[in-house]
């Protein structure tokens, strides 16, 4: 058996394989370009080129891709075999700079939201060298960026790499007047906790509502659900345990540093959690880890479903996204620290999110929208839709003490100045988290909690690094004007906790009193993807992210119009599998059974034969109106994919689909199990021995 140090990395060609095969200078040449965003020399292209394939034909690939993600939100990729004919008729491998540093893709059918007609349909690809190329199933993938030829990004990769540039700017700003003059970068951190599903494959076969939309459309709770919280870190079981085991190998031969994993709170819900890493390097192993589990799972005649609510009744999934800032001298900037100076920085690095986030709810909101998602906000499982964020009680304690000139410790009767005093201790702790809380700040990183399992993590990120950049940049423009340092960072963190302590919510999320208490505070309220769309393209938004030049106002209506697209698409595929699942199967099963029943009171039937005929005419009339009235609400939307129709999904076809759901669950509690057409929720959630 291999050790996972031992194939760590090995599919790779990581910066040791460069050092290795790339002549010294070459070598450097691509650093530079790496750190410094200079742009790669044809010649340099043309020489790593040569080595990459090298590398890749011993490792048995025998094709490339430009391996990007566009905005479906998954990857994409176009296989190129490395044969070519020489002028003899001879096979040669070949693989030019050219070929690696740019690719163009008719990729006319990707969305583009508008931004490319379809006569320059062509987009281009661009390597970029800040990720490293790997080999999966044989295919040399080069991490891409995806741009129209007027340059605008259609993809998930090139915004995050913009987010990150601006708020590495604004950092660095605000390191230099805390006099940090060592720091060249500063390092965007993200660990992304993935949870997902497993469920028997054969079982999946029987339900097209999972075959076609990931989610069960219809089902009856089934008498066990998770209420004994006996699956939660329970003991895996023999089929899932080999899973886990080859899906790590995987991910350790592709340099993806998968390291824990564990049962979930629901029954055949799982995570995984690799060690973090920087932003656009973790999205790119994200993608990975999705794609791979799909794969591995399928090989071992499982499902991974990474819907984010695949059944109604127990927990969805989620992907927590753990994100922190630091140096590229190894300064955590979210820990805090031991001396005032330290602390002082820590509680201005502090602030800087907590502006961001309340400054930018709606567009943080937005980032996790989906016609998915919203079957899981606000659920009592997962954090409402409503923006906050968690701090636990010894640090807004010390908040409390510097918005009031209150003292800190009342026995000492001094007021504490940032800068001047050290903090009072509290505790890292890690243990008492708040779970209901979207944005939870955990010790030294914050935890965003709201994206769904199957999103890219490159949206929450793009809002956040681009949030905290505003927040950092108008700090920077009052500290550098200041004449006395400590005095100014005194008053700018206060001035920020005043202004922004609304967005502070140590208690519970899930309660209602919650909602009513955020209406006062005056925090924003999208219920609904739906309720999201109107909000994207305000002013505020649009100012901040050209400011910061991580996206123009037409890369983010493209964008806008693409949620809205994707919405309406994924509600109406809903809608039409629940209808062919009544039309075909559910109502022609209940009306044969009611036959059988009918012709048992007929003769001499028993009481229950005379109930549940009684009962199941009812539902079926219930279950045929809700079908008729699903339809109709189709035709009202009449295939529309804009903001208008998602609105119409929302309040027409959403609650046709749930009417009808209530009555066909209603009808599956009463039928013999013999006599309904599908696997029910015991059978799929508990399908994996
Ligand atoms: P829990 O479920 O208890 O929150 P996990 O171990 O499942 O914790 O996941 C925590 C995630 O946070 C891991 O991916 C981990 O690498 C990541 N993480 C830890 N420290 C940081 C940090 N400073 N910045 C970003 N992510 C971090
Ligand atoms: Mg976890």
């Known amino acids: 058996m291999n050790s996972g140090t031992e194939l760590f990395g090995t599919m790779v060609f990581s910066d040791a394989v460069m050092k290795q095969r790339l002549p010294e200078e070459v070598y450097q040449k691509l650093k530079r370009t790496m750190r410094g965003g200079h742009k790669l020399d044809p010649q340099v292209a043309g020489v790593v080129a040569e080595a990459m394939k090298e590398w890749a034909l011993e ?49 006319s059918s990707f969305p583009s939201g508008g931004l490319r007609a ?44 913009r987010s990150m540039e601006a708020l590495n700017r604004q950092t660095l700003r605000i390191l230099k007047l805390f006099g940090h003059h060592d720091v060249q970068a500063a390092h965007i951190n993200c660990g992304p906790e993935q949870e997902y599903f497993l469920i028997d494959a054969e079982i999946l076969n029987q339900r097209r509502d999972l075959m076609y939309t990931g989610r069960t459309l219809y089902g ?11 699956h939660y ?156 964020v968690f701090l636990g009680e010894e640090l807004t304690d010390v908040l409390k003490a510097i918005d009031t000139d209150a003292p800190v410790n009342p026995k000492e009767k001094t007021l504490l100045r940032v800068g001047v005093h050290t903090l009072p201790r509290f505790p890292r702790d890690t243990t008492d988290r708040n779970r209901t809380s979207p944005f939870a700040f955990t010790g030294n990183k914050f935890e965003f909690r709201s994206p769904g399992a199957p999103m890219s993590v490159s949206g929450c990120n793009i809002v956040l690094n681009t949030a905290v950049a505003e927040s950092l940049r108008q700090y920077a423009q009052r500290l550098e004007k200041a004449d006395n340092f400590e005095g100014e960072l005194h008053q700018l963190i206060r001035d920020v906790i005043r202004a922004h302590k609304r967005i502070i919510f140590n208690g519970n999320g899930y309660g209602s009193e919650w909602v009513a208490e955020a209406e006062r505070r005056g925090l924003s309220c999208l219920a609904t993807t739906a309720d999201c769309i109107p909000r994207y393209v305000t002013p505020e938004n649009v100012r901040l992210f050209e400011n910061h030049g991580v996206f123009s106002e037409a890369e983010m209506r493209a964008r806008c119009a693409i949620m809205a697209e994707n919405y309406c698409k994924v509600l109406h595929i809903e809608a039409v599998t629940m209808l062919e699942m009544a039309d075909r199967d559910i109502l022609p099963a209940v009306s044969g059974f009611c036959g059988k029943l009918r012709d048992r009171t007929q003769r001499q ?79 799929m959630m508990f399908s994996v021995k």
Request: charged share 25%.
């Open 233 to 388: 870190y329970g003991v895996i079981k023999p089929r899932v345990a080999a899973f886990m085991k080859e899906l790590n190998e995987e991910l350790w031969k592709l340099g993806v540093t998968a390291k824990t994993e564990h049962n979930e709170v629901a029954p055949a819900q799982h995570e995984l959690a690799p060690i973090y890493n920087v932003v656009n390097i973790a999205a790119d192993h994200n993608q990975l880890t999705m794609e791979i589990m799909k794969k591995v799972a399928q090989r071992h005649g499982m499902v991974c479903l990474l819907h984010e609510k695949p059944f109604a009744g127990v927990n969805g999934s989620g992907k927590h996204n753990n994100w922190s800032l630091s140096t590229d001298t190894g300064l955590n900037l979210l820990e805090p620290g031991d001396t005032p100076a330290e602390n002082a920085q820590f509680l201005l690095f502090l602030c800087a999110v907590l502006q961001a986030v309340d400054d930018y709810q709606e567009m943080l909101r937005i980032s996790v929208a989906s016609a998915g998602n919203d079957n899981r906000l606000g659920g009592s499982e997962a954090p409402p839709a409503i923006m906050s």
């Open 220 to 230: 009856a709770r089934p008498p066990k659900g998770q209420e004994l919280e006996d």
């Open 118 to 161: 379809t006569f320059e349909a062509r987009g281009y690809t661009a390597w970029d060298p800040n990720s490293y190329a790997f080999i999966k199933d044989g295919v040399l993938c080069i991490p891409t960026a995806f741009c129209s030829y007027g340059g605008e990004a259609l993809d998930k990769k090139t915004p995050p790499l």
């Open 59 to 107: 490792k048995g690939a025998t094709h490339y891709t430009h391996w990007f993600q566009p905005m479906t939100g998954i990857t994409a990729e176009k296989h190129e075999a490395f044969l070519r004919t020489g002028r003899d008729g001879r096979a040669i491998m070949e693989f030019s700079g050219k070929e690696l540093i740019q690719g163009e893709s008719d990729a």
């Open 605 to 683: 039937g028993t009481r229950y034969e005379a109930n549940t005929l009684e009962a199941l005419e009812d539902l079926l009339d219930e279950a045929y109106d809700a079908r008729c009235a699903l339809e109709k609400a189709l035709e009202q939307v009449n295939g529309g994919v804009d903001e208008k129709a998602a609105f119409k999904y929302r309040d027409f076809v959403l609650p046709a689909m749930r009417w009808l759901r209530a009555a066909a669950d209603a009808m599956e509690a009463k039928m013999p199990s013999a006599d309904w057409p599908f696997p029910t929720y015991g059978d």
